[in-house]
C-alpha cells in the first residue's frame, strides 16, 4: 500500500535570538549549538516524517528572520504558509510583549484569514532567569482563540528547550496535525 504524502509549509517566527534557528536545527537531527548566527531574510530546510500510519508529511520550514531590519523582506516569505511556529524567550519579556506584532505580521502576508499558530515559550531550560509568566502566555493564547474559533483554527502554548529538545518534535507534530484536519 503506498502512502498518501502531504507538505506542510510552515513558518518559524519571533523576535532575533529567541531561537528559532536552534529549534529547527533540533527538529531537524542536527542538535544544539550554544552559538548564535542571525538568519538574513529566511533559511529554508525540509524534512518528512512518518506522522500517522500511511502518511508521510514534509515540513517546508522557513525561519524567518526577527530583527527589524529585515521587516521589508520578511512578507514574501509567509505567502501560502499553513501554519506558524511562534517563538519568544522565556527570559526576555519584551520578545513576549512582540508576539501580538507577530500574530499581525503571520495573518497580514499568510494569504489566509487564519491559519494555526503554537506559542512556543523557549529556553525553558534557563528557569532560573524566567521573566515571563506563562499564564500570561496561555491568556494570550486564550484571545488569539477567541479570535480564531470561527475559522476552525485552534491555537495551543507548548514549553520548550532547543539545549535540552523538550517538545519541539511535539511542536512540530501539533502544527502538523492542525494543518492536517483543515484538509
Same mark, same amino acid.
Given at each position: 500500500?503506498?502512502?498518501?504524502?502531504?507538505?506542510?509549509?510552515?513558518?518559524?517566527?519571533?523576535?532575533?535570538?529567541?531561537?528559532?534557528?536552534?529549534?529547527?536545527?533540533?527538529?531537524?537531527?542536527?542538535?544544539?549549538?550554544?552559538? #548564535? /548566527?542571525?538568519?538574513?531574510?529566511?533559511?529554508?530546510?525540509?524534512?518528512?516524517?512518518?506522522?500517522?500510519?500511511?502518511?508521510?508529511?514534509?515540513?517546508?520550514?522557513?525561519?524567518?528572520?526577527?530583527?527589524?531590519?529585515?521587516?521589508?523582506?520578511?512578507?514574501?516569505?509567509?505567502?501560502?504558509?499553513?501554519?506558524?511556529?511562534?517563538?519568544?524567550?522565556?527570559?526576555?519579556?519584551?520578545?513576549?510583549?512582540?508576539?501580538?506584532?507577530?500574530?499581525?505580521?503571520?495573518?497580514?502576508?499568510?494569504?489566509?484569514?487564519?491559519?494555526?499558530?503554537? /506559542?512556543?515559550?523557549?529556553?525553558?531550560?534557563?528557569?532560573?532567569?524566567?521573566?515571563?509568566?506563562?499564564?500570561?502566555?496561555?491568556?494570550?493564547?486564550?484571545?488569539?482563540?477567541?479570535?480564531?474559533? +470561527?475559522?476552525?483554527?485552534?491555537? #495551543?502554548? /507548548?514549553?520548550?528547550?532547543?539545549?535540552?529538545? /523538550?517538545?519541539?518534535?511535539?511542536?512540530?507534530?501539533?502544527?502538523?496535525?492542525?494543518?492536517?484536519? +483543515?484538509?
Amino acid at each position: 500500500m503506498s502512502k498518501a504524502e502531504y507538505v506542510f509549509k510552515i513558518t518559524l517566527v519571533g523576535d532575533g535570538a529567541v531561537g528559532k534557528t536552534s529549534i529547527r536545527n533540533r527538529y531537524m537531527g542536527y542538535g544544539f549549538s550554544s552559538s #548564535h /548566527l542571525m538568519t538574513l531574510g529566511a533559511d529554508f530546510a525540509v524534512t518528512e516524517k512518518e506522522m500517522v500510519p500511511n502518511e508521510i508529511w514534509k515540513f517546508q520550514i522557513w525561519d524567518v528572520a526577527g530583527q527589524p531590519m529585515f521587516s521589508e523582506v520578511r512578507p514574501r516569505f509567509y505567502r501560502g504558509s499553513m501554519g506558524a511556529l511562534l517563538v519568544f524567550d522565556v527570559t526576555d519579556r519584551n520578545t513576549f510583549k512582540n508576539c501580538t506584532m507577530w500574530v499581525r505580521e503571520v495573518y497580514q502576508y499568510c494569504g489566509k484569514e487564519a491559519i494555526p499558530i503554537i /506559542l512556543l515559550a523557549n529556553k525553558t531550560d534557563l528557569r532560573n532567569r524566567k521573566s515571563v509568566n506563562l499564564k500570561q502566555a496561555e491568556k494570550f493564547i486564550r484571545i488569539l482563540n477567541e479570535g480564531t474559533a +470561527s475559522f476552525g483554527v485552534t491555537n #495551543h502554548l /507548548l514549553e520548550t528547550s532547543a539545549k535540552t529538545g /523538550l517538545n519541539i518534535d511535539t511542536a512540530f507534530e501539533k502544527l502538523g496535525k492542525a494543518i492536517r484536519a +483543515s484538509f
